[in-house]
């Protein structure tokens, strides 16, 4: 049966090929079907292959015309030799004589091996069918909805999501993509910028612990840190809330880079000197900034800015440190900027000055004695926004280090002040001998009124007689020495007198009026932060206070809440209620809203009873609940008045509120029910302590009766959510692998 149908197919397909040939050679139909005999020469001419089915070329097949009559039989056609047109009329012959039987038994069949290339015949399967009967809409449809294999994400790819997380302050999630997605998921291999990125977003928050976890794993695999990876781990170690533990870790990570001998760029210093700037003191910074002038980098205003950051460490001597900071900044020729002016201010603020003598010797004394060795360097030292320095200079850090810590020292015969290679001496009589009015010159000018108590003359030659009859208030402030400026005239200055508060110390530099001169000098403007820092430490009820709001209006600046808060928080340490409450009119005039912090510096300000429940009152009608530090400003103020009714009533009040109690508001009562040392209520009678018995009661009771406030984790919301809620459960008591 095979054998028959394989003989059918082959006659067909050549019928088909010797009537397209037929076609093409002008031959009729009549004489498609031929016989060897009847050929002129027996054979056909050269016909060699032709492609069976036109129009069809993907299906296309060969057939020799040549090798297919090869064993086909002669057959007598009648020849006519009429014309074209009469024979194309003639009946065509439909029968064909095959003659040699045997041989076509054993050739039946075997022509199917040339043709058919499929060996097996199996059952067309429904999803054929169905293709075999849809329309040819619907098939083009479905070929666009076919599917494409997923390509997976490249390590680049992640390295640009977390970094777009990371922008967006979302430091959770990028490291949960990092961690879950990118290693788990599809176990690809970090590269070295992956870790980096994530490294940097940690450390800008603090997050020290997760840092050098980072950087473990990043050794573990074998990838190569770069500065930047160096420089976002310092950076960590800065922004730590933990100063002893980011310092420790930065020394390991030093050490460990010295060790493997490995040099660090400018950037990388910076993130170093930051780290000694917050965590230590300015001695480790004057170790750090001679290892950067030893290695032969370019010193720029962010250098002395870090430098400037190591001084307000010193509480005592900050200032001093800053401002002798501040003048070799400008003796090696490096311009300040905005943020440097700001540290400045910040230094008047929270450092003091020392010892008023030392800081006499050091500022007021000739600019030659004082200042340590400069030499000239090279040109050309690349400086930030691609400018170079006019005259480079390389600095004695050692002369300028001993000057910054050089303290006192009194000797019975003679003081020697070395101040690099110069040495100043100053007599022991002229340090003992009091200065007497007859004694002054008339044009003498002092700093204070307090300037007869302890005057240390730097050269005898400036001081010379004063009449009695000149007022010291004719002293302004243009008379005034400015110490920001390098060049000073020291013909009517004897010594600094106290300087106990920020206004004094911002006097020194000029006032608000000088200091703001010295920005313009340097073509620079004040910003809103220098102009709520000069809030703050301004004299207040002065002229220069009333007039800061106007110099916002010269700048073009809007003042926002966080300058009258700072505004108010000043006026309410000085006792001043009623003059901190008329600020809130000028809030309002200037279409802000007072927040919680106006109201937590308000409360200050509430010494009695009555201005406390008046001013949480007034919160809520303000639509303000107040909160915690609302509560702990009022604590404290009653707490040092020893009011204990006060104390009592502020405990109801945040009872009835719900306030928890956070771990400030719990060390403040604690202190307010301890009795005073060596009282015996029974030997004495104190009229601040009657009502203490009744306090602790009731203290106890409000103990039990309130939930405290858990202080929350400064990492807590850096945490992947994964890891949060295994803590979570952990200390639930549940168990983790319960609820996955």
Known sequence: MSKLLSLMCFRNHCNAGLHSISKYLSIPPALSILTCKEVPGGRLPHLRTYSLGTGRAAQSRNVSVSSSLKNCHSAKVTQNSAPMSERTSDPVPTCVELEGSDQAEKDFGSFAKSYGSRKVFRKMSPELLDLKYRDASRAEEEEEVVSRPVQRN????????????LKQNKLAEALDMFETQMLK??????????????????????????????YNDMKKRGLVPTDATYTALFNACAESPWKDSGLQQALKLQHELKRKNIPLNLITYHALLKTHALCSDLRACFHIFKEI????????????NFLLMGCLKDKEHGFRFALQVWRQMLKVGIEPNSHSYNLLL??????????????????????????????????????????????????????????????????????????????????EEMLDKPVMENDLNPNQKYLNQDVFSDLVPVN???????????????????????????????TNIISLGSVRSASDRLALMGNMEGFLSKMKGHGLKPDIRTLTLLADIVESGSQSESSLLSIFEEHGLKPDILFFNTWVRKKAKLGDLEGAKALLSVVSERALEANTHTFCSLAI????????????SDMQACGVNPNAHVYSALLNSAAKRLDYVYLTEILR????????????????????????????????????????????????????????????????????????????????????????
């Open 460 to 490: 005898r030659n400036h001081v010379t007689p004063i009449e009695s009859t000149s007022p010291l208030s004719s002293v302004t402030s243009e008379s005034l020495p400015n110490l920001l400026d390098l060049r000073i005239d020291y």
């Open 293 to 304: 002038v030893q290695k032969g980098h370019a010193i720029t205003q962010e250098t002395f």
């Open 653 to 740: 009040h945040m009872k009835h509120n719900k306030v928890a109690p956070n771990e400030v508001i719990i060390r403040q009562l604690e202190f307010a029910a301890q009795y005073p040392p060596n009282f015996d209520k029974y030997k004495s009678k104190n009229t601040y302590l009657e009502k203490i018995d009744g306090f602790r009661g009731y203290y106890n009771h409000w103990l039990k009766s309130v939930p405290a406030q858990e202080t929350p984790h400064p990492w807590e919301k850096f945490k992947t959510p994964t890891k949060q809620v295994e803590v979570e459960q952990a200390n639930s008591g549940e168990d983790p692998k319960a609820t996955n």
């Open 154 to 165: 490249t390590t680049y790819w992640y390295f640009l999501q977390c970094k777009k997380l």
């Open 185 to 214: 998921a599809e176990r690809l291999e970090p590269e070295e910028y992956n870790y980096t990125v994530l490294i940097g977003g940690c450390g800008r928050v603090g997050y020290l612990k997760k840092a050098f976890k980072l």
């Open 605 to 616: 300000a509430c010494r009695t009873q009555k201005d406390g429940l008046q001013l949480l």
């Open 346 to 427: 910040r230094a008047a603020r929270d450092c003091g000055i020392g010892d008023s003598s030392v800081a006499s010797r050091l500022l007021l004394s000739n600019e030659e004695a004082v200042t340590p060795k400069v030499t000239r360097g090279r040109r050309g030292q690349k400086v930030k926004n691609g400018k170079e320095w006019t005259c480079a200079a390389t600095l004695d850090v050692d002369a300028l280090e001993s000057q910054l810590f050089l303290e006192a020292s009194t000797r019975r015969g003679e003081e020697s002040l070395q101040v690099g290679n110069v040495t100043a001496h100053l007599n």
